[in-house]
């Protein structure tokens, strides 16, 4: 489902990335784990096409997003769910609205999708807030909208920047279960994060595996941490 | 309250704003393009008058000639030049002007009273060409022979300057229309890389979760030629009233500034569409541009 072949990145001054290597099976749970600075953010980027490597190919869905251009591409990033760390949630729109933008963007009727949104607000527990502007909500549950924004339109894949990079280890657990039962639901999810306790706790959840970037190069973790 | 008490969220009501209300510089827009429109319209009617005045002037003059006969010519000088005028192909009648409408003619010079018969005053004939009129250049040397003194005056020496005036005005202003609208187009130019710059975090994040280029740019020129063409609605009408009621607005230098109302509403018409496209036309170059520059 993705695959990155001997990826190179880097900005002006450093090389961030070399010669990465990596398989991400379809349905699979994988952690994303390093320093601060090590590169995990721009590695998402890459896989969400934000970025472009400096070599090597990032293949996602059997297909290289270098070779597709306009509505191709396009159709790649659509299967593609984002939890940006800092939520990006649109302040003008409430949080039912920010949980519909994508469908509208997608070109699908938000009201054909009404019974999904609420649906999908209470399972992230933001029913009760669903008319709340996200300056009005806690950190959690401005992630907690953010996610529900990333799967309203069902993508396969679930790419997630420090989802609980800012909120408490009691939210951050609850922010987990989400994704664990995402991932049961068939989704391939892959979390970034430094936080060690949120792999361990989800360790006990779900078969997980773990990507470790350190100092530009990748490595596949197995049980151990 | 429970989750489990909360009602569903309001229903989605058909439209859900990709960006935030404009605020003050979206005022600010709409302000500039109501009163470039205005300037636009009142630019275009003065064109449209003048040219409209040209055509008058020449179609009024090019029509009529007039022949003076000397103050001491002979008698017989006045049958001579209409025996000559009757004959010559391309006039249609010519008519000496009595002695009453001569005096109405130099009473604001003169004044009333008995001045006209005490002064060598030349002899009036009015003619009324047909055609092409007359060659003016043999005729003149036929009445000069005829009567010495006699001048064929086809109007030609000041109508020309008059004429080339009014075209020199309908120029002008075809050129401050078209200045007007180079300056609008960049205006909206500017608002929209202004608003693309100002939301660029909303279409970061629309792009990341698959928004096409043209669903984006949609959102960003829509509410910009909305606003164009509601402020040049506004700015050509009021310029259309001004045009009709403001007094003296119809005789502002010799123009008649007030056209019929039903040109007029077309022209008003036609200025707030043109600002529209306009504002469509230049808000998608510029952010379709825009978009372009972004990785």
């Known amino acids: ?225 | 309250m429970s989750e489990a008490e909360e009602p569903a969220p309001a229903p989605y009501r058909g439209r859900l704003r990709l960006l935030p209300r404009g605020g003050w510089s979206a005022a600010l827009s709409t302000l500039a393009s109501l009163a470039m429109a205005f300037l636009a319209l009142i630019t275009l009617a003065t064109g449209i008058a003048a040219a409209q005045l040209g055509a008058d002037w020449q179609a009024a003059l090019s029509g009529s000639a007039t022949v003076r006969i000397a103050a001491g010519a002979e008698a017989d000088a006045d049958a001579k030049v209409l025996a000559i005028l009757s004959a010559t192909p391309g006039i249609a009648a010519a008519r000496p002007l009595d002695r009453a409408e001569q005096a109405a003619l130099l009473a604001p010079w003169l004044g009333e009273g008995e001045a006209l018969e005490s002064l060598p005053v030349p002899r009036l004939v009015d003619v009324t060409l047909e055609g092409g009129g007359p060659d003016a250049a043999a005729l003149a040397t036929t009445l000069e022979e005829a009567a010495p003194g006699t001048v064929y005056d086809d109007h030609g020496s000041w109508r020309g300057p008059l004429i080339e005036g009014a075209r020199a005005v309908e120029r002008l202003a075809i050129g401050a229309s078209v200045l007007v609208a180079l300056a609008a187009a960049g205006m909206v130019a500017l608002a929209a890389r202004a608003s693309l710059a100002g939301n660029a975090e909303i279409v970061r994040v629309v792009r990341l979760i698959g928004g096409e280029e043209r669903f984006i740019a949609r959102a960003f020129v829509r509410p910009l030629a909305w606003r164009t063409g509601l402020g040049a609605a506004f700015g050509a009408g009021l310029a259309a009233l001004a045009l009709t009621f403001l007094p003296g607005a119809g005789e502002v230098v010799g123009l008649d500034l007030a056209p019929d109302p039903l040109p007029l509403a077309l022209l008003t018409l036609a200025v707030a569409a043109g600002a529209a496209l306009i504002g469509w036309v230049s808000a998608n170059l510029a952010v379709r541009a825009a978009l372009a520059e972004l990785p």
């Open chain 1, 1 to 225: 489902m993705i695959s990155l072949s001997q990826v190179n990145f880097g900005y002006e001054c450093r090389e961030t990335l070399r010669d990465l290597d990596a398989e991400i099976a379809p349905g699979s749970f994988h952690f994303l784990t390093g320093p601060s600075g090590a590169g995990k953010s721009t590695l998402l980027k890459l896989l969400y096409l934000e970025l472009r490597p400096k070599s090597g190919h990032v293949e996602l869905f059997g297909e290289d997003p270098d070779t597709l251009r306009g509505p191709a591409r396009l159709m790649l990033r659509r299967r593609i769910g984002i939890v940006f760390q800092d939520f990006r949630l649109l302040d003008h729109l409430n949080v039912a609205d920010n949980v519909r933008l994508p469908l509208m963007v997608h070109g699908r009727d938000p009201a054909a999708h009404a019974d999904d949104v609420t649906e999908l607000l209470r399972w992230v527990g933001l029913l009760h807030r669903a008319e709340a502007r996200p300056r009005a909500l806690s950190a959690g549950e401005q992630q907690r909208a953010a996610i529900a924004r990333a799967v309203i339109t069902s993508p396969d894949v679930i790419l997630a920047d420090e989802p609980t990079g800012n909120v408490d280890a009691e939210m951050g657990m609850r922010i987990l279960r989400l994704f664990v039962e995402l991932n049961r639901l068939g989704k391939t999810v892959l979390i970034a994060t430094h936080d060690l306790g949120l792999i361990r706790s989800a360790r006990r959840m779900a078969t997980t595996r773990i990507l470790r970037l350190a100092d530009g190069q990748l490595t596949v973790g197995g049980a151990e941490l």
